[in-house]
């Protein structure tokens, strides 16, 4: 897919486009909504996870002992924007079950589609840390951005942002204030409807992951 952002990870496995053509029906429910979404995070992690560092260690197996190796460095912390964030943490947990979790609350102002803040937890160390800020859509971009600068204030450096369904808006807003941040993508999707949802989308992940239609 050709859409002109370097730092933009669209991932187009067969897998992925196929839950992906399930996620956005209409018709799928919300225990089949959750479970792809769990599925379809696991599967970007995939390859979100792609740059963390190795460090060799010595096996035995049962045949002989050798070397291999095993994720290095400071544990990695995912930061699931709330509340539709939360759905995407089961998908990682289970591939990384040693992550610190962090977590920033933010609803979207209807009127002006600005993100306001209200909770925020984080683990300590975060200077040291990969770190993977999740939420399903990066529709206008304005949570991703305010997570990723509030992050850095925080002293978080290496940073990465992993959703489900990317807009081209929300892309450029994000990559304009934070260009260095790579974004992972299961999808790209190039519109915005007048009340900023992405469309074709699948709607708002919130309520059809918690049920809050």
């Known amino acids: 897919?050709?859409?002109?952002?370097?730092?933009?990870?669209?991932?187009?496995?067969p897998l992925i486009q196929h839950k992906m053509s399930i996620l956005?029906?209409?018709d799928t429910g919300k225990k089949k909504f959750t479970e792809?979404?769990?599925e379809i995070t696991a599967l970007v992690t995939y390859e979100a996870t792609r740059e963390l560092p190795l460090e060799d260690v010595s096996v035995t197996t049962p045949l002989t002992t050798a070397i291999f190796h095993r994720v290095a460095g400071e544990q990695p912390v995912v930061v699931p924007i709330l509340r539709a964030g939360l759905g995407m943490l089961d998908g990682i947990s289970r591939l990384i079950p040693n992550c610190r979790v962090g977590f920033l609350g933010m609803f979207r102002d209807e009127e002006t589609f600005e993100p306001q803040p209200y909770y925020e937890k984080f683990p300590?160390?975060?200077?040291?840390?990969?770190?993977?800020?999740?939420?399903?859509?990066?529709?206008?971009?304005?949570s991703a951005t305010a997570g990723v600068s509030f992050i850095k204030r925080q002293g978080g450096r290496d940073i990465k942002v992993m959703c489900i369904v990317a807009a081209r808006a929300g892309v450029q807003t994000l990559l304009t204030a934070h260009p260095e941040v790579k974004i992972y993508a299961a999808a790209f999707d190039e519109e915005l409807t007048p009340n900023a949802y992405i469309t074709p989308?699948?709607?708002?992940?919130?309520?059809?992951?918690?049920?809050t239609l």
């Open 36 to 38: 792809l979404v769990d």
């Open 1 to 13: 897919m050709t859409h002109g952002f370097d730092n933009l990870m669209v991932l187009d496995h």
């Open 24 to 26: 956005r029906s209409v």
């Open 201 to 211: 989308g699948l709607g708002d992940a919130g309520d059809r992951l918690f049920g």
């Open 124 to 142: 300590k160390n975060l200077a040291s840390a990969p770190i993977f800020v999740v939420d399903p859509m990066l529709a206008t971009g304005g």
